[in-house]
């Protein structure tokens, strides 16, 4: 029979991963009105997105064997690689065009794979993931920048902004951050959602914001 994880840390981030999903979820509806390929590329990000934090608060959230656990990991280190995969596309096609973008998405997304493979080696999954979400994250960043200085993109802008938020949220969750209210401990995995729901609604915003209407840049 399935329990409810008793570490008050792991419960926080079990819920915390359960708010990343929800907003998520409304990431998807909110761009429900765009078209086009660039506006399914980034409702795919935002589904994985939904999927991963679901099953991250499994993970967390219950009480599970170390093998399950194990088990687990390994297709949320495969989801968390696409779903930084279809972001990096979608920030190559907002600055090059859908044709560019349709060429590196299958690189992109073969590489989630390897990555599964180099988390569960290093045996330090989630380290490697915010690696190589930095990583990624830095190279959209120089993209937006670039978008917002020449004034090519609508929501440049607010993506720079909830970039650099995101870099942020990287930052704490390599740290020893937790915070106390009471009895509820939130430690840096709980802060690292938090932060990224802050960071979530300008993202989807400023991608909004460049699919009206659906357009090649």
Do not use: C
């Amino acid at each position: 029979m399935l329990q409810i994880e008793s570490d008050q840390r792991e419960q926080t981030t079990a819920a915390t991963d359960l708010m990343l999903a929800i907003a998520a979820l409304a990431a998807i509806w909110r761009l429900r009105a765009g078209t086009g390929w660039r506006a399914r590329v980034w409702q795919a990000a935002f589904a994985l997105l939904a999927v991963s934090s679901l099953l991250g608060a499994i993970i967390h959230g219950l009480r599970l064997s170390a093998h399950t656990r194990e088990r687990l990991w390994q297709p949320l280190n495969v989801l968390l690689g696409l779903t930084v995969a279809l972001f990096t596309t979608g920030a190559v096609s907002d600055r090059w065009g859908e044709m560019v973008g349709r060429r590196t998405l299958p690189v992109l997304a073969s590489a989630a794979p390897a990555f599964a493979w180099f988390s569960r080696r290093l045996q330090r999954g989630f380290l490697a993931f915010i690696l190589y979400e930095l990583v990624a994250m830095l190279a959209a960043l120089s993209i937006y920048i670039d978008l917002a200085y020449r004034r090519r993109f609508p929501g440049a802008g607010l993506i720079t902004s909830g970039i650099l938020i995101t870099i942020l949220a990287a930052a704490i969750q390599t740290s020893s951050l937790e915070v106390r209210s009471g009895k509820v401990i939130i430690d840096h995995n709980g802060l690292f959602h938090l932060v990224q729901l802050v960071a979530l609604p300008l993202l989807v915003e400023g991608v909004r914001a460049g699919l009206k209407p659906d357009r090649d840049v």
